[in-house]
């Protein structure tokens, strides 16, 4: 028979037993677990320097403010959520791995192309050299004020009919030699001249500048310019589409835009070629250091679908 005596020695040796086995366990279990880990939520695990980088960040200049216990609080509840949506797969979302993706792509660049762009300028001096040698570019032409009379005539005319036009081109012209009152031709371009476009204002065709092409003849318009004087009238122009009598009503020489007005013009497009420049080099040096198999055969099985021509809204007719 057990005394009372025997089993209290029996159930505190249980209990030493048990008390040692925990201690045990415990102290193994601390060795394990690493020193700066603060907390285990589910799968994901919360450092010092988790919890320092987040400290940072939420107090800003008054950190003696904050509240350790209630930020921990708020990072076990993220950390929760992360558990739990790592646990449902979103992360292996084709919406989500692009989005991760896509942020990947942009630090690289931050860290890889930005200091590369961030570097391009240039010189006061380089701007200069380039505006030396693309002088052309920032040079306006020599432009001119003209006026014309048009008379019409083709290939398929009589000899006949062509001396008829003549005759009346001469009649207009000593009467342009004459001195006119009004714009250009005044009256006389709306007695003689067929271009419906300037007859009714004294043949006055606008400022054009010289060397390029416009609607009317280049021989016109090369005769024009070459005139001498301001009110100076040409001789009768023949062309393939008619005679032409043109009049200098004004002019005014070629004009290089000063440097300092374009410097800056310059500089930015300067910048922006070469930072261009400097990221297609980027992208072609990351694909020659990147291993690239493309499975053509695979390729050609993709279908590009076709546009549905019912969804296609009609172009509006012009009103």
Same mark, same amino acid.
């Given at each position: 028979?057990?005394?009372?005596?025997?089993?209290?020695?029996?159930?505190?040796?249980?209990?030493? =037993?048990?008390?040692?086995?925990?201690?045990?366990?415990?102290?193994?279990?601390?060795?394990?677990?690493?020193?700066?880990? =603060?907390?285990?939520?589910?799968?994901?695990?919360?450092? =010092?320097?988790?919890?320092?980088?987040?400290?940072?960040?939420?107090?800003?200049?008054?950190?003696?403010?904050?509240?350790?216990?209630?930020?921990?609080?708020?990072?076990?509840?993220?950390?929760?959520?992360?558990?739990?949506?790592?646990?449902?797969?979103?992360?292996?979302?084709?919406?989500?791995?692009?989005?991760?993706?896509?942020?990947?792509?942009?630090?690289?660049?931050?860290?890889?192309?930005?200091?590369?762009?961030?570097?391009?300028?240039?010189?006061?001096?380089?701007?200069?050299?380039?505006?030396?040698?693309?002088?052309?570019?920032?040079?306006?032409?020599?432009?001119?004020?003209?006026?014309?009379?048009?008379?019409?005539?083709?290939?398929?005319?009589?000899?006949?009919?062509?001396?008829?036009?003549?005759?009346?081109?001469?009649?207009?012209?000593?009467?342009?030699?004459?001195?006119?009152?009004?714009?250009?031709?005044?009256?006389?371009?709306?007695?003689?001249?067929?271009?419906?476009?300037?007859?009714?204002?004294?043949?006055?065709?606008?400022?054009?500048?010289?060397?390029?092409?416009?609607?009317?003849?280049?021989?016109?318009?090369?005769?024009?310019?070459?005139?001498?004087?301001?009110?100076?009238?040409?001789? =009768?122009?023949?062309?393939?589409?008619?005679?032409?009598?043109?009049?200098?009503?004004?002019?005014?020489?070629?004009?290089?835009?000063?440097?300092?007005?374009?410097?800056?013009?310059?500089?930015?497009?300067?910048?922006?070629?070469?930072?261009?420049?400097?990221?297609?080099?980027?992208?072609?040096?990351?694909?020659?250091?990147?291993?690239?198999?493309?499975?053509?055969?695979?390729?050609?099985?993709?279908?590009?679908?076709?546009?549905?021509?019912?969804?296609?809204?009609?172009?509006?007719?012009?009103?």
């Amino acid at each position: 028979m057990v005394s009372n005596k025997q089993k209290r020695a029996f159930a505190l040796g249980i209990l030493l =037993i048990l008390v040692i086995l925990g201690a045990s366990y415990y102290y193994l279990t601390l060795e394990k677990r690493p020193q700066d880990l =603060i907390a285990i939520v589910g799968d994901q695990k919360i450092f =010092i320097e988790d919890f320092n980088e987040e400290m940072q960040r939420r107090g800003g200049r008054h950190l003696e403010k904050l509240d350790k216990n209630k930020l921990l609080d708020e990072m076990i509840l993220r950390s929760a959520m992360v558990d739990q949506a790592l646990k449902m797969g979103i992360n292996q979302h084709r919406d989500f791995i692009r989005i991760y993706e896509n942020l990947l792509v942009g630090q690289y660049k931050k860290q890889e192309l930005t200091p590369l762009i961030d570097g391009v300028n240039f010189s006061a001096d380089e701007i200069q050299q380039y505006y030396t040698d693309n002088i052309q570019k920032y040079t306006q032409p020599a432009k001119a004020r003209l006026a014309i009379i048009y008379m019409k005539t083709h290939s398929k005319m009589s000899d006949e009919k062509k001396q008829q036009i003549l005759n009346r081109m001469n009649e207009a012209l000593n009467k342009a030699k004459q001195p006119v009152s009004g714009r250009g031709f005044g009256r006389i371009s709306v007695q003689y001249s067929e271009d419906q476009v300037s007859r009714y204002k004294g043949g006055d065709i606008g400022w054009l500048y010289e060397n390029r092409a416009y609607r009317w003849d280049a021989n016109v318009l090369k005769t024009g310019f070459a005139l001498e004087k301001i009110n100076d009238v040409s001789d =009768i122009i023949t062309t393939d589409t008619g005679l032409y009598i043109v009049k200098l009503l004004d002019r005014r020489p070629s004009q290089i835009t000063p440097f300092k007005k374009v410097k800056e013009r310059i500089r930015h497009k300067q910048l922006l070629e070469t930072r261009k420049e400097t990221e297609q080099k980027f992208d072609k040096d990351v694909r020659a250091k990147t291993p690239v198999q493309i499975y053509h055969d695979v390729l050609d099985k993709v279908d590009i679908p076709k546009q549905n021509q019912e969804n296609i809204s009609p172009v509006p007719s012009p009103s």
